[in-house]
Structures are given as C-alpha cells and as structure tokens.
C-alpha cells in the first residue's frame, strides 16, 4: 500500500489528521528538520501539502536572501537586485506569491552565457531571472530535506554541510586501506542530457503533490525539451537526484559483486565527477560488468543516461599514475 503524508507530519501529527497540521504555524527550519526525519524514518514516505509551504511569505523571503547572497547577473528581463530594492522586496516577493498562489507563475527561459573552456570548448550556463531564481530556491528549501535523507554517504557535490574537501578525504582514507586502483569518470553534457521524464518520476516517488510536480516541470520545460540548466537554483539538487540510484549501486557493490567476489571498493562522487577506487584492476572490470555499471554503463531503464555513461571518459589507473594526471589537469587548469 502506498504511503504518503503531509510535508510537516511525524508520526503523533499523522494521527491526528490533517486538519491539526493547519492549526499551527511552523517555523520553516523547523519544518524542514521534521520533513528531513520524516523522511529519513520513512523511506518509501510519500510526501503531500508541499505547495502551500512552497507559497508562504517565509519561505520566499529566505529564498531572496539566498539569491541575492549569491549575488549573479540579471536574467533576460534585466531586472536586477537593486531594481527590486528600489522598488520594495515585499511587494515583489508578494506579487511572486500572488502568481503561485492563483497557479498564473510561468518562468521565464533562462538568459544564456558562453563560459570558454580549453581545448576550444565551452560551456553554456543559463541563469534565471531573479524571480525565477526566488521560485527555484523556495521549491528547493521544501524539496531539499526529503531528498537529502536518501542521498548516499559518497555524494559530496552541492550538499548541505559537505565539501570536495570532504570528497579528498574519502579518497585518502581509501588509499590507506590499499584500495589503489582509481577509475576517473566524468560524465558527459551530464547536465544537458537529463531527462526529463525520468527525473520527474524520480521526484514523484518521495513526493505526491500535484502542485509541487506541475512547477517542477514549468521550471524544467521552460529551457528546452531535456537537461536541467547549470546555473539554475534548483538544478544541483535535481541532479543528486537523479544519480541517487547510482550511488545506491556503488553501496551495494562495496560488498560484493555478481561474481562472488568481494570488490573492496570505495567512491566518491561530486556532481558528475566520480572516483570509485578498488584493491585491484581485475576487481574493477568485474565490478564494471556488474553493480559497477553505475560507475561505467547502466543497463537499460536502470542508470540514467546509460549511452551518455557508456561514452564517458573512465580511466583506471593506479594512485601513483592518478596523481600524476592530476598534477597535469588541476595545476593547468585543464578542468574548467
């Protein structure tokens, strides 16, 4: 039987109906500590009554301070934070919610700018007008605690309280326990070839709003047919999202693999860059044929992006030959 419940509800609320979840106001850090427990608790939990916390004025408000923390360019409207300012954060962050609240929000597509790689390449951010960005960081304050209690202990990147540094200290601490063979995977245009139906059934199984889904797929359509915009509020979470299953694979190779042997592997991973590492290469092709295909190519249906994966650059390699590389791409710069 499916399970689903009130984006507030612990276990004492859930008996009381949801009626005794309006009667009370609740802090949004508060709110977002019981909806991180909830979930945590609960992990096939499905989560409703989001949207009306996505419209409150306090969610909003700490949305803007985020962006405009952040700082950034003006999107394709032109309007910058002091224009806002100028003219009142209240009544802009009220029109904002007026829009959502009457279900009339429609993003604006995403103003596009060319950041030069070497090798003649480049890379293409969208950055979103400042209301959009706003929208985007209040649907993330209620979506984040619900997807960070299913993220996996080797995903590091764009997390609450976690750092590359972090992500180092994993691959030294792996290092000391002799796992020295490295694969290097970069995925490529990872987070241009996200697709879309697949992350929103992703999303859908933590989260039964039909509110909340129909923003997220406004936000998703409003730049194109696939992919999540780099630059956009929301996309480093999405994208955690939808490599969430990877992850879960890597964990469950940790222990074992198909060929009944144990693969003594460890990972970690940053966005779209993973560094799974194992006792020895022959470990790691078996590893590669098996779970390990979340580290190399997916099956069909259970890795996202499992041509894009298939294509990618994976590269094993000993530490001594690893840091070498290394020393050549962070001491060039060759990685943008």
Same mark, same amino acid.
């Given at each position: ?13 859930r008996?009381? *109906?949801?009626?005794?979840?309006t ?5 949004? @850090? ?6 991180y ?5 609960? #992990? ?11 419209c409150?004025m306090?969610?909003l ?10 700082? *950034? ?13 100028a ?13 959502l ?8 597509? +995403?103003r ?11 890379r ?9 960005r706003?929208?985007q ?14 993220? @996996?202990p ?8 976690r #750092?590359a ?17 490295? =694969?290097? =995977?970069?995925?490529?245009?990872y987070? &241009?070839?996200?697709?879309h139906?697949r ?10 709003? +039909? ?18 915009? @780099?630059?956009g ?10 490599? #969430? ?7 469950r190779?940790?222990? #074992? ?14 966005a779209? &860059?993973?560094?799974?590492?194992t006792?020895?290469?022959?470990e ?13 190519a997916g ?36 990685r943008?």
């Amino acid at each position: 039987m499916e399970q689903r419940g009130p984006a507030a509800c612990s276990v004492s609320d859930r008996k009381e *109906g949801k009626d005794e979840m309006t009667k009370a106001s609740i802090d949004l @850090q508060d709110l977002r500590r019981r909806i991180y427990v909830k979930a945590k608790a609960e #992990t096939s939990w499905r989560f409703w009554g989001l949207y009306v916390h996505v419209c409150k004025m306090e969610t909003l408000r700490e949305a803007y301070v985020l962006a405009k923390n952040n700082d *950034g360019a003006p999107g394709v409207d032109g309007l910058t934070f002091a224009a806002i300012e100028a003219q009142g954060v209240a009544l802009f962050l009220e029109q904002l919610r007026d829009e959502l609240v009457r279900h009339t929000y429609v993003p604006l597509p +995403a103003r596009r700018q060319v950041i030069p790689k070497d090798g003649g390449k480049v890379r293409v951010l969208l950055i979103p007008a400042i209301r959009d960005r706003v929208v985007q960081g209040a649907l993330k304050l209620i979506l984040e605690p619900i997807f960070e209690a299913d993220f @996996q202990p080797g995903s590091y990147g764009y997390r609450p309280k976690r #750092t590359a540094h972090e992500a180092i200290d994993r691959v030294a601490r792996a290092i000391v326990q002799q796992k020295t063979r490295v =694969i290097d =995977i970069d995925l490529r245009s990872y987070f &241009d070839n996200i697709r879309h139906d697949r992350l929103l059934a992703k999303v859908a199984r933590r989260v039964d709003d +039909a509110d909340v889904m129909h923003l997220l797929k406004l936000m998703l359509k409003a730049n194109g047919r696939r992919g999540v915009p @780099q630059g956009g509020v929301l996309s480093p979470l999405l994208s955690n999202v939808y490599l #969430t299953e990877v992850d879960r694979m890597l964990e469950r190779a940790k222990e #074992t693999t198909r060929c009944g042997k144990y693969t003594y592997i460890e990972y970690a991973r940053f966005a779209d &860059d993973r560094v799974p590492r194992t006792h020895l290469r022959k470990e790691v092709r078996c590893c590669a044929r098996d779970g390990g295909r979340s580290s190399g190519a997916g099956r069909q249906g259970q890795a996202p992006n499992h041509r894009k994966l298939r294509r990618s650059r994976a590269v094993v390699v000993s530490v001594a030959e690893k840091a070498e590389l290394d020393s050549v791409r962070y001491g060039s710069e060759r990685r943008a």
